[in-house]
């Protein structure tokens, strides 16, 4: 993202998604404000676990790949209003165990100087999909 923009679109959400089906950690980040808040769909706190700057929501964003190396997220629909955004996807993923993960989701954006200062998740708590036996296709 260039930092001399000062406008977040569409056009960046979808480009952020993007990276995020990439596994592309560096094209991430280069979306996220230097004082960036990344707040998770779980976690013990009312707002799921908190991570502030760039270096923690790094790591938490690497999480996601390590805990689903297959995650995607599906059927991305974009929308900016000023400083603020949402994003609504499906996320897919198969945890290590083989259980499997199918549920819709949004991404609730602040934006500061055209750069995401703050990523808040939701998702729909759905239980987990039993694990694809060999040769079945889900």
Sequence with gaps: MNPSVSVVTVATL????????????PALMACMHPECVFETVGGAEVFGTRHTGLQAVAQAFAAAWQAFPDARWLHGQHFVAGERGVSQWTFCGTAADGSRIEADGVDVFTFRDGLILVKNAFRKDRPRL?????GATP
């Design 14 to 25: 979808e480009a952020f998604s993007a990276a995020w089906n990439r596994h592309d950690l």
């Design 130 to 134: 039993p694990a694809i036996a060999a």
